[in-house]
Structures are given as structure tokens and as C-alpha cells.
């Protein structure tokens, strides 16, 4: 989290990660595990070594059976040939147990760096993407995220938990193994090591050529499950349309680009295997022919002859590994990159400095001359001045499209002002801090949105600590308590994703006595009965005069009934304010207020 907070503030450096290569970008972040990573790596290392021994014991086994008292235990004192395999078993024991010592060891720390990577990076990354300001996911799909957060992060813990061993002991193998030719046999050396050059470039080739094909692999992935995650949402809007058969062709599109991405990338990677295969062969037939005359001809031991032959297949066999190893880096840091530029996108909207207790807030709310549009469009919100006295009730109307919503986004620090600014009791609210801010604001929208999980648990969202009591009293208040003690199990109901178990008026009351008890000092009612029936929308009406009593009260409002009692009623249209005045003023004025009433009371 340190790393993703440090990019926050240093724009240039963002630019500059785009361009670093994403394993050292992933090493950048797991700085925090370099005492894990280095562990890890020793006890691969050393497992490879003790992996590598036995060939060496088969060489000296063999010393031992055709020279016995000249064999090189011998030469260390202990000519009894008995004793040479006492030896010899004693450190095939030993060089066995290590092996399987280390490699318990190295699988335990290196799964758990994965798991502990994983879990931090998510957390990290969608902390990250919280923080982020409306419009980033205005022009990003859900399900594109969701890949982000899931399938590329699960990504990088399959490699984590295998490939980045392997590289690390195919390194090993290939230096230990290369020096121990060199020593033993120097003549033929050359004829084993032969291929390895061609191998590593081929590697690094591959890897290049890999590399954009699984970016797009990534990318391909994400569009899937994007359009999966829309049509699971919108499942009823399918069903209502009879479009099951439409979507579940724009989903095989989805699905045969990403079959198709993989195709290409797999048609690539397969090939790796059998042209290694082929230099491996030469370096193998060489050893095969050319040492093994050299030890008929009494130019290299019978022994070092063994060792030889085992140990190249040592060497070179595990490299048809490299194929499977670098695919999964591939697909890593491919992941990786997506993972890792979504932690550098900037943080457009800041926290402020000056902390502004809740019990200190009077809720008095000023529009000074704000400007405001939505990215590549034209203003919604255009010059706009208005108060909002503390204590009072504000009623906001217009047309659709007029700007109403927006000023509550904008109060909220959803959006920033382009011109213009907004104060929350005399202060400039981009310096408050920003929690402070939202805290002290209470929003019912017509939007609303419920979490999975109890009625009980949705109402005391945002007010945690709250009590049963609490939240009863919530509920009665937001006449809701009534129709909750008649669902199954009352206030333990389980209200569904996005509480599709309840009605539309039913979710809207909850989101009311979800307000209610977090009691803010300024409410915000968007369109807060909308979705409710005449006799609920009175009751309802009945409850915000009570709980609007001392406390600053925006409401927004189509229904003109609503908010006639309004202390302060503005109309909007095209983004500016065109009239203002109590219900009976505006009525006097006989202008775009007075024709909607006019409209909706049925009197035109």
C-alpha cells in the first residue's frame, strides 16, 4: 500500500512506471517480502544442489566398481569396498533427506509469498480503486474490473506459487552443471554447453513474441467478463425482452475473441517445447559419441563418463520446461501490467486538511458561481450561485437533464467543480477532509442500492456500532418497520443482491432509515419517494417533516407536492437557476413553476 500511496503524488513518476518492465514493477512492490523472496530463493538454490548429487554418487559408485581399491574413496583411506558403499549410502541418505528438507521448504515459502502477494495486491488495488473519482468508472466496464481485481491477480499467484522457482532452478542447474563440466571433462565441455546459447535466445525470442499476444490475451478476458457481469445484472430486463438468444450470441462473440487470443498465443508457446527438444538432442549426441570415446580410450574415467551423461540430461532436459515456465511469466506479467496500471492511475480528488467534527457542523451550504461538465460534454452546471441557509429545507425542481443530481455530486465530492466553488459552513469543502465531509452528509436517492446481506445490516450500513433499538427506531421512523416484521424473517431477512427480494418502495424505505440513523446534520433527499405509493409517499412525508426539523435539507424532487413546504424552493433549467421563492411565491410569479404545478395538480 505504501508503493500505490507514493504513486498518488508523483505524477512524473507515474509516467515513468508505464515504461519500467513489469517484473521489476512487481518487484517494486513486494519490497515489503525481499526477506521472504531471498529465503525462498536459498532454499531453491539448495535444493537443486542436493537434487543434483545423486548423479555424482552414481559416478563414484561406478569408480568404486571398476577400480575398487583405486577408486576415489579409496584414495581417501577406506579401501574396503564394503565400506566405499557404507560411505556411499550414508551420503545418499543424508543428500536425500536435505533435498527433500529444502524442498518442503521452498514450496511452503514461496506458496505463502504467493498468498501473501495476492491477498495484499487485491486489498492494495481495489483500496486504490475506491479512492478513485466517479468518472474512472464511467468509462470502464464492472466486469473489466472485476477481471483486474480477480483473474489477473490469481494470475500472478500461479506464478508465484511454480515459475518463479523453476527459473530460479534451472538458473542453478544451468550454472552448477556447466562448471562441473568444465572441471571434469574440459575437452567436451564445449560440445554439451553447445546448445545453450541457441536455447537462451531462443527463450528470450519466444518470450518477446509471447509477450503482446498475452496482453491481449488479458485484454480479450476482460471484455468477457464484462459483458458477463451486464447480462447477470440486466438477467431480467433479458427475460422481459425475450432476448436470451441475442445476448447469448454477443456473448459467443465475446467468447470466440478471447478463444481465438488464446488460439494465436497457444499456436506459439506450443512450439517452444520441440525446437529446444532439437538443440537439446545435439549437445546430448555429441557428449554421447565424443565422451564416450574418450573413455575407451582411456582420456575420461568410466565414472566421469556417468556423471557426464547424467548430468546432461540434468541440464538440458529440464530446460523443455522453459516453454511452460515462460508462458506462465507471460501470462504474469501481462496480468501484472493491468494490476499495476490501475495502481498508478491518479488520484483526481484529494483529501483536504481541515477536519470539521460532526457535532460542530451548522449545515449552512453556498454555490459560489460554479461551472461544472462532464468529461467531453457540454456544461450541466453553468454560473451557478446558491444558498442554502443551515437548518432550512431546500427543494431543488427542473426539467430532466436540468442539472439537479449533479449538484448533490458535486456537494459530495463525487465530481470536482471546473469554476466556481462550494463552502460547507464558510470553509471551501476541497479543504476539508474529505471523510469529515461525506460524514456529515446524508443521501437517499432514487438510485437505491442494496448490499447482500440482512435488512438489519443494510439499514446499519455506514452506521455500524448501531444497536437493535436504533435500528428499529430508524425503520418506524422511515415507515418501514411495519412491512419488515411481515417479511420471514423480519429484520434477518436476507434481502438478495441489490435487494431484488423487495420492492422498489420497500428498498427505498430501507435507504430512508438508513439516513435516519446515521442522523447527519445535512440531508439529501434525491428523489426520495419516487419509487413509493401515494399513501406510503404521505406517510413517508409525514416522517422528513420530523426528521427534517433543525437540520439543513436538500430535496430534489419531480413531484411538486413533495416539497411545497419547502423553506426555499429553486428551479433549474439548462444548469442555471431560473426562479426562487417559497411554493406561493413561485405561484404569484406565474412562470415555469407555476405551469408544472399546474401540470401535475391536474388544473391545465
Known sequence: MAVAQAFKFHPIMKKRRHSVHPLQRLLDYGHQYRQQIWLATGCSILNKLFDLAPPALIGIAVDVVVKQQDSIIAQLGVKDVFGQFLILSFLTVIVWILESIFEYA?????????????????????????????????????GGLMSILSDDI????????????????????????????????????????????????????????????????????????SRLSNNISGITTIKSFTAETYEASRLKIESEGYRRSNTKAIRLSAAFVPLIRMLILVGFTALLLYGGMAAVAGKMSVGTYSVLIFLIQRLLWPLTRLGDTFDQYQRAMASTSR????LDTPIAIHTGDIALPIEQVRGEVQFKNVTFAYQDRFPVVVNLSLDIPAGKTI????????????????????????????????????????????????????????????????????????SEPEIIMAAKVAEAHEFIMELPQGYETIVGERGQKLSGGQRQRIAIARAVLKNPPILILDEATSAVDNETEAAIQRSLERITVDRTTIAIAHRLSTIRNADCIYVMEHGKLVESGTHEQLLEQDSIYASLWRVQSGLK
Not at 108 to 121: D, F, G, P, T, Y
Not at 339 to 342: E, I, P, Q
Request: a neutral charge; charged letters at 20%; one cysteine or more.
Open 106 to 142: 521452498y514450496a511452503r515459502l514461496w506458496r505463502n509469498l504467493a498468498q501473501n502477494v495476492q491477498h495484499n495486491l487485491r486489498l492494495d488495488a481495489y483500496k486504490h480503486l475506491q479512492e478513485l473519482e466517479l468518472a474512472y468508472f464511467e468509462e470502464r466496464s464492472t
Open 154 to 225: 490469481n494470475q500472478l499467484e500461479r506464478f508465484l506459487d511454480v515459475g518463479a522457482n523453476d527459473l530460479i532452478q534451472v538458473a542453478t542447474t544451468v550454472v552448477i552443471i556447466g562448471g562441473a563440466f568444465f572441471v571434469l571433462a574440459p575437452s567436451v565441455a564445449w560440445m554439451a554447453l553447445l546448445p545453450m546459447p541457441f536455447i537462451l535466445w531462443g527463450s528470450l525470442a519466444y518470450q518477446q513474441l509471447l509477450a503482446p499476444r498475452y496482453a491481449d490475451v488479458r485484454e480479450k478476458v476482460g471484455f468477457l467478463n
Open 339 to 342: 494490476v499495476m496500471n490501475l
Open 395 to 466: 427543494a431543488i425542481v427542473g426539467s430532466t437533464g436540468s442539472g439537479k443530481s449533479t449538484l448533490v455530486k458535486l456537494l459530495l465530492r463525487l465530481y470536482e467543480v471546473k469554476r466556481g466553488m462550494i463552502t460547507l459552513d464558510g470553509i471551501e469543502i476541497q479543504d476539508l477532509k474529505l471523510q469529515d465531509l461525506r460524514r456529515c452528509i446524508g443521501l437517499v436517492s432514487q438510485d437505491v442500492f442494496l448490499f447482500h446481506g440482512t435488512v438489519a445490516e443494510n439499514i446499519a450500513y455506514g452506521s455500524f456500532n448501531a
